[in-house]
């Protein structure tokens, strides 16, 4: 008994020691716990090599954020997409304990201020800063710099940063450009030196073409916000449109003899920016300035970078209710980890991390000292555009006269948010975009109608206004982009409200009813790049096509110059398939077919008549590498690929003795510099049949070389047939950045004349509204067809220097010319501009698939 009362004390006793025991290991547990929530590892610790001494490739700083995240209570990652090469994008959101659980609450409060969502405002919301860091790929050290700046916002020991996330929210995009980065990464840790060389002409600065500053098909996605052309811009803007920060800062570089430039921006500063918007600059820059001042730093404000062009990663931000501020510190990508500036001091990684670094943690501070005014001003931004009180205009009408084209543009406005409704049929009176004039009109139930009564106000306005007011002509970009003449579009915009419908009208029945019989073809319009998707779908099936040269009416119907006709005649390998083959091809297009039973038309050529020219399908190559400008290349790589479908051959400049000129049908020689594009072997090959499409400077280059018709146009100085005035030429020195202003042409749109009975303007109008970016003009040939033409008074909108003005008149702007049996095409203007001037697509696509047929 004794034993057994013995035994059981014992096992209490083992017992209790047990939980002693597993107490005591699992308070050390904890505090094992806080010690590794204080012990983060820094950047440096967690790559194995100190920051700034090497650059970081993409999926290694996904990894350390996916470390943080793993580690630290403080942060959330959402991925948002991935590159065209399959990179992922990904944000962090930094906030403290209580913020951290409930961002979804913060974003619909914040979205809420807008009067926008279904969420309610919430008590003491904080205010959201975004970071986004190497939107262009080979300014570099931003993404470098925001792996700093994370760690050192989720550092328990930092109370500086504690006390700025009690009221505010922090989003980070590590890398917008992943693509253009680790292309500029691959190419420069691969050739650095041991012991870096920091001369300038030393290969490891010297990156080749394209460069890593664009992505993968070659744009500048700083220049794409608004657009969302690129796949990049489509995927983030649908996250920070789902949130609308009250602060954004884009990191950039510039050269690398500058210093560092910050907010307070430079004129001209769009009439919509608020003054608290400007305001807040300011305090930005000069908290800014506090910690650079101590340190000794340079840099500069109020100078080249302005807040106009509304495409920006600082002005899209200010558009939508935000603080938006560019960044900018000196470097990019010919300074890697270390070069010498001209004044002899060398530049190195770690300094540019410590600058950008700088000003991020000092922006979140600054947001942090003027959350709660930083709201409320966000607030008043969207009040003030829902009662549209600035707006000069309060309604934008946009005629349905190509559906097509109202339809891309009702999708792009949409997609900024902005609202968009549909005509009710009415009188009204507005200024017509087209005339200049205001005129009355007719409102139809299918045009589009944007109110500037909505929330998204200021951006309609900005995106659609006729004359954009430059308060400065000395501004960094275009400075015309009115989306109707982007897109071809009639428009009126009226100082009245018109309310629209919200019922959207019928879409169009993809295939009409048809006639009984057997079809002897199908017939599909020429007007926009919907059907230049499906003239590409048919050839890509080899399915064999038409084009109608001259307008023609069947069945009651009257067709346009330039229309599609799938006829039996020569599809009969095809066989009985044809008929469903062409009409799932125009279903998956969105393309309306009228059905012929015969090719005796009521007026105009029967489908027999030389009169229906046939489209062969043409092999397509592009100029590529150094001579070609790699933006230019990138807009004719893209369009090819991503907008028509169709299959590019790719030729570098080096390599085009080794081209089997036979094989090619089409060559495209978009804007560059090249040393000797009217050679021999090419104007044989034209001679033989191939067709040149030349794009800008590819034009310039041609002009006035043997065998091309295209001559520059001489510009006739009047002083020297006038007295001229003695003191003309005293100029002041301070107006030295200015003296260049006369002869500038920043983006101006231009009123083009068409000939288009000529398959080059197949599908327009008389008329194109062309945005021109130089003073490249020529004279009419003599000996080709002169298609696109500028007379005297062309001019719609947008700034040009006096004298470039006057020397705008009387030439050619797109031409084309016979050789032997080929042709040559000459585009003065980019009609691909960036992708987001619409209009010019199928003009570029009569160049490629209609001229010389």
Known sequence: MQTTVFLSRLFNYFRLMKRILLGFLLLIGGFNLTYAQQKLQTPSEFLGYELGTHFTLHYRVLEYYRYLAANSKNVKLQSYGRTNEGRELLVAFVANDENIGRLDEIRESNLAQAGLGKGKVMANQPAVVWLSYNVHGNESVSTEASMKTIYDLLDPTNTKTKAWLTNTIVVIDPCINPDGRDRYVNFYNPVATLMNDPKPYAREHREPWPGGRVNHYYFDLNRDWAWQTQIETQQRLKLFNSWLPEVHVDFHEQSVNEPYYFAPAAAPFHKVITPWQSEFQTIVGKNNAKYFDAKGWMYFTKERFDLLYPSYGDTYPIYNGA???????GGGGVAGLAILNEEGDTLTLKDRIAHHYT??????????QYADKLISEFKKFYDDGKNAVTSEYKTF???????????KLAGLLKRNGIEVSYGVSKSASGFNYFTGKTESFSIAPKDLIVTAYQPKSVLARVLLEPRTFVADSNTYDITAWALPYAYGLQAYALKDEVKGSNAMPPPPTPIEPELAGKAYAWVAEWKSLDDVKFLSALLNKNIKVRYSEAPFEANGKKFEAGSLIIARTSNDAIGDKLESLVKQIAQENGETLTKLTSGFVDKGSDLGSDKIRYINKPTVAVLAGDEVSSGGFGEVWHFFEQQIGYPITIIKTDDINRVKWSDI????????????????????????????IAIEGAVKKLADSKGFSIKAKENKDSSKTETKNPYVDLKTYADKDRADLVNSIPGAIYKIDLDNTHPLAFGYPKYYYSLRLDGNLYNYMEDGWNVGTIKKSNYETGFIGVQAKQKLKDGTLFGVQSMGRGTVVYLADDPL???????????FSNAVFMVGN
């Open 397 to 407: 009408v946009i005629k349905d006269d190509n559906a097509a084209m109202a339809n």
């Open 665 to 692: 049908d089409v060559l495209i020689a978009p804007d560059g510099y090249y040393r000797d594009l009217a050679n021999d072997k090419i104007k044989d090959w034209i001679s033989a049949g191939g067709k040149l």
């Open 833 to 843: 501009f960036r992708s987001f001037w619409e209009n010019g697509k199928l003009l």
């Open 359 to 368: 000003t991020g943690l000092s922006t979140v501070e600054a947001t942090s």
């Open 323 to 329: 603080i938006g501020m560019t960044f900018e510190q």
